[in-house]
């Protein structure tokens, strides 16, 4: 249900709009005061990554849970600060992760508070007396039973109070989501890295003998100079690991930066309690999250490519059953319309000179234009009958039993709850051609089809007393499969040589 999605995001808003503002207003404010210094520079950088990673994070949720259109700010390979600050969707990115902070804080705990409130006067009855003094509603106690159950009825009031702000809260933050989380243009292509890593380690090395020189003819006790080196080599570092190829190496190459950067950090500082545990830590942890987000992508490929192979299999059938379509009406039903013209032309002119020879040119007609008119009949009942449509698969397949010249038999449940319109029409296109090969190829005396509807799907089989040994991969049971697949089903067939052959197709439907 959207409402209780929307419950959902206002409770995950408690936790993440927290530990955004915090993230951000720590970064922002770090980098801001050492913005002076090259130290700044990095973290700034590091900052609007991490609006990135945030806004990611906020769209998904967005999306799964309110179903809104939302996606981060487009990646930028490589440094490109001046680009990221320019960006306008990184701003409005930030814009959302702090009302997630400010909005989100109040209508999240206002929302999670009255559906609380309703959930608890609606369970009164049965915790109100573990309480010393019952539960204290401000004008009055429910102390005793039956003032519990008496504000039963206010608790459910309540609660709809609730489910009607949650549907108010979705369309609020939905709305947010889809006017803050978008992506303008995509990133310009960055320029070469080498001649561009050349001019920062040159930079880099011109400033740093600058402060060693300095600080050798100032004061040569204070260790600041390693310090500025320090930072230097970290923004020299982080342009280089942008190079370093495919999107996992060059994520592999920042961490190390980074652990390295604290490792630097922590010897300058003289050593001591050893801090730089906690961001390797950190640094795991990003790698465990990113191994489990990959796996998951991993696992859903196989899905992907299966849904990528069922599409191109319907598109088959289909193209396959239009061809039939038109084969028939060419061969059959337009070739007896033909004629039907050519012996009332024939018959016109003998009207006078020949009455009796234009008479039976006109009953020729007639015969011709009976025979087009059950030809049409036969190829429109092989599309969909209409007694499928208005008695069900069981009738429509009872139907076409009878006209079969191989005695069948037809079991199943009529009262049972109908499965959606293309089911049925899949469920009458497995049938239809079981019954077909069935004729044509196995020389059976007997052949019995079972119809159960379970609460998930339906089930369908066909089974002949034939000479058996059917080829899964032939052209007809390639069909069936493809009609079946096509809804998520799946299609059996067990053919022995000289056992018959039993073809089972389960086709998933609605519980309803």
Request: proline fraction near 5%.
């Amino acid at each position: 249900m959207q409402q209780s999605r929307a419950f959902a995001h206002a409770v995950s808003g408690l936790v993440l709009g927290a530990v955004w503002f915090s993230v951000l207003v720590t970064l922002w404010a770090t980098g801001a005061g050492m913005a002076i210094t090259l130290l700044g520079l990095p973290i700034i950088w590091a900052t609007l990554v991490s609006v990135r990673w945030m806004a990611g994070v906020e769209a998904w949720l967005a999306h799964a849970l309110l179903g809104a259109q939302a996606r981060p700010p487009a990646r930028r390979p490589g440094w490109q600060l001046l680009a990221r600050l320019r960006d306008p969707s990184v701003w409005r990115a930030q814009v959302y992760l702090l009302a997630r902070f400010a909005l989100g804080l109040a209508t999240g705990a206002a929302l999670v508070s009255v559906a609380a409130t309703g959930l608890g006067l609606l369970t009164a009855p049965l915790w109100y007396w573990a309480l010393p003094h019952g539960i204290e509603l401000g004008l009055f106690d429910v102390d005793r039973a039956w003032i519990a159950f008496a504000v039963i009825p206010a608790g459910a009031i309540v609660l709809a109070l609730a489910w009607w702000l949650a549907g108010v809260y979705g369309a609020l933050w939905r709305g947010l989501a889809e006017r803050l989380l978008t992506a303008d243009d995509a990133a310009s292509p960055a320029p070469a890295l080498m001649p561009r890593l050349r001019v920062t380690a040159a930079a880099a090395l011109a400033v740093e003998a600058v402060c060693v020189l300095v600080w050798g003819l100032t004061d040569t006790h204070s260790p600041w100079v390693g310090w500025t080196a320090l930072g230097l080599a970290l923004a020299v570092a982080l342009q280089a690991s942008t190079g370093a190829g495919s999107p996992a190496r060059v994520r592999a190459a920042v961490k190390a930066t980074l652990l390295a950067t604290c490792l630097g950090a922590w010897a300058l500082a003289g050593g001591g309690y050893f801090w730089p545990a906690w961001p390797a830590l950190g640094v795991a942890a990003w790698v465990l999250i990113e191994q489990l987000v990959g796996l998951g992508a991993r696992s859903q490929a196989p899905r992907v490519a299966e849904l990528t192979r069922t599409r191109a299999g319907v598109v088959g059938a289909q193209e396959d059953e239009l061809r039939r379509i038109e084969r028939d009406l060419h061969d059959g039903a337009q070739a007896r319309l033909v004629s039907v013209a050519m012996s009332l032309g024939l018959a016109e002119e003998r009207l006078e000179r020949d009455p009796e020879g234009a008479r039976e040119l006109v009953a020729e007609a007639q015969t011709h234009a009976r025979t087009a008119i059950r030809e049409l009949r036969d190829l429109a009942r092989g599309i969909a009958p209409p007694v499928l449509a208005d008695r069900g698969l069981q009738a429509a397949i009872a139907a076409l039993a009878s006209t079969s010249p191989i005695p069948v038999s037809v079991e199943g449940d009529e009262q049972a709850t109908r499965p959606s319109a293309a089911v049925e029409r899949a469920g009458y296109f497995v049938a239809a051609e079981a019954l077909a090969n069935a004729a044509k190829h196995a020389g059976a005396g007997r052949i019995d089809i079972r119809l159960a509807r379970r609460p998930d799907r339906l089930e369908i089989e066909v089974a002949d007393d034939g000479r058996g040994g059917a080829d899964p991969g032939g052209s007809g049971l390639v069909g069936l499969r493809r009609r079946v697949e096509a809804l998520d089903g799946t299609l059996e067939v067990d053919s022995p040589a000289g056992a018959g052959t039993t073809i089972r197709a389960f086709l998933p439907c609605a519980s309803s």
